[in-house]
């Protein structure tokens, strides 16, 4: 891990003009190799197996990983002073280049064997996998008979393969020369162990047809023009950011460019009464949230490492998914895809209360949209839409909706915008401070937010857009956002001896945070669903459409921890010392803080007991001697 940063800064100040430069350089590796040579094969058992970490994750880790993520930029920053009369300005104006790149070198140790199958699960059919997979039953699964892109990308394979008819007498149950979804899942069974590294039944796998290094980038140019003035009591800034972004493919060629966006900024403080003693003040910004190079590198890997992902079928290993190369693309940008922003407006109240005492309150909304996901495009603007897309509030979208007449072919996925998805926060805070003074200091916080949504996407191309349930517009996908807390507070101080000893405490309390109710598809845990039913004329054959309080329904319990800590000072001539002792937990309360959420379990932990806990208590000692005082 780690690399080398160069960083030159220059500043210039020419009477009411100050001109900054700036430049720099960092290589960032995080790079993975492999201590054991073995093939990775990782099993797969039923959750009531009882089977260990040991028992599941069989061989080595699979692979060296050469991975450098890099970034260069340089910028440069234009402040003048000036005044128009009564008007006091302070204009700012820059730029700013930013550029990204990702170097990859993938080495396979042999197949990735990352779906075999435990002895219980012997002879199983995939309709009988897809649907323990979908009440929570299994410890990983991966090939889905139900899952549309995994289903026609099995298809168009053995369509081209020398073996079709053998296929076809296999799976076409009814002899009419198509094999459905329902079909398949009856007929593949899963049962042979044939070429398995440990014996287990063959399932699924990835195999590195290609290999080679790769190197992606994102470069981003963005200006900015502020303004801060002052007119009698009043303070205002009002700014502007444009800013670009261009991807690039690991042949160097441009896949994609996002439109200039426009954020705007402005604030405004009113002094009250003239003294300095209370302001209000109102905010309202715009943030842009370019997408990282993960999905750069989704898109742009058209050179280089190729993998295949393999389900074992019909006696012999056939390719579903191809990642990476220029034949089948992994991924593209649909052509309407937008930049995610983020919409916040501030209104702060403040006073100075006297007695070196002040108080705060601040209200504030935030809302996210044009959030980022991938698209399975025969599923929401095809033929494998599983219902009327002309139905009332069909969640079909339509080639249109992504930029096409006709769905391109060749292409897996489409990164595009969500359709319907946001995100929303609600909230206020209050602050109590008492700065030093008589020997204390002191300060009290809440905190209050409400934080929903349907969508947690954050360029990271996850399940929404691949199968219905998750869909934004999706029954019951909207609500609290897993991970927030509801309320919090805060209490520290710390109390200044004449002799030099300083004693504090610091005392945090939280609610406790949401989470989903969810089974486990695919190492991912996803809302859980309740059975295959018609929603607006589409029927989610994955796992049901989610149950009501599936997500965000589940609220962990509340905890707090004190913290203590003493600092003495003293100085022995030239020689000054500072003895700390802290102690983290005083009060050793190791209160749960999270429980599991795996609707069926994990087969050790059942749903709803604790996964995690308070740190237990800690004592830190520490001295820090200092010369020549």
Partial sequence: ??????????????????????????????????????????????????????????????????????????????????????????????????????????????????????????????????ALKGAGQLTNSYFDANNTSDFNGFINTINASANKASFYAAFDLDHNGVITQAELGQALIYNSTAGSPNGFVNYDRIIQASAGLQETSSEGLSFYLQDQFRIQNWTFNVGVRAEEWTHNATTGEEIFTFDWEFAPRVSAAWDIRGDGRQKLSAFYGRYYDPIRNNLTNFAGTLSGTVLEEQVFANGEWVTYRTRGGPVVLDATFAPTTKTPFTDEYLLT????????????????????????????????????????????????LGPEYFGYSTIPTGINFFIATLAGGKRELDGAELVLRKRLSNSWQGLFSYTYTDATGNSNSDSNADFAGDVLFLDPRAPNIEGKQPGSIEHLVKLQGSYHFDMGLVLGATYRWNSGAFQNR????????????????????????????????????????????????????????????????????????????????????????????????????????????????
């Fill in 349 to 396: 109240y403040q006073r100075d209360l006297g007695n070196n005492m002040a108080a705060e309150i601040s209200v504030f909304h935030r809302q996210t949209e044009d959030i980022i996901e991938d698209y399975d495009l025969c599923l929401y603007a095809g033929e494998c839409y599983s219902g009327d897309p002309d139905a009332p509030g069909a969640l079909f």
């Fill in 1 to 130: 891990q780690g690399g080398d940063r160069y960083i030159a800064n220059y500043t210039g100040i020419f009477g009411p003009v100050v001109v900054s430069l700036a430049g720099g350089k960092h290589n960032g590796e995080v790079s993975l190799f492999a201590a054991s040579r073995d093939v990775l094969n990782t099993v797969i058992y039923r959750r009531g197996d009882g089977a260990t970490l040991q028992d599941q994750q069989l061989g080595g880790f699979g692979e060296d990983n050469i991975s450098e993520r890099d970034t260069e930029y340089w910028k440069g920053d234009l402040e003048v002073y000036f005044g128009t009369g009564a008007v006091e300005h302070t204009l700012k104006a820059g730029v700013d280049f930013q550029e990204h790149i990702n170097i990859r070198d993938r080495q396979f140790t042999g197949p990735q064997y990352r779906g075999s199958l435990g002895p219980s699960l012997a002879g199983i059919s995939a309709a009988e996998l897809s």
């Fill in 518 to 629: 969810t089974f486990l598809a695919f190492s991912r845990h996803l809302p859980v669903g309740g059975g295959d039913f018609v929603y607006n004329g589409a029927t989610d054959e994955f796992a049901g459409w989610a149950q009501p309080g599936a997500v965000g329904g589940i609220k962990n319990p509340s905890y707090g921890q004190l913290d203590l800590s003493a600092r003495y000072g003293r100085d022995f001539g030239p020689v000054g010392t500072e003895f700390f002792l802290t102690v983290f937990n005083a009060l050793d309360d190791q209160t749960e803080i999270r429980t599991q959420d795996l609707a069926a379990g994990d087969g050790q932990t059942a749903f709803g007991e604790p996964t995690d806990w308070v740190d237990p208590r800690s004592i830190s000692l520490g001295v820090r001697l200092s010369f020549g005082r």
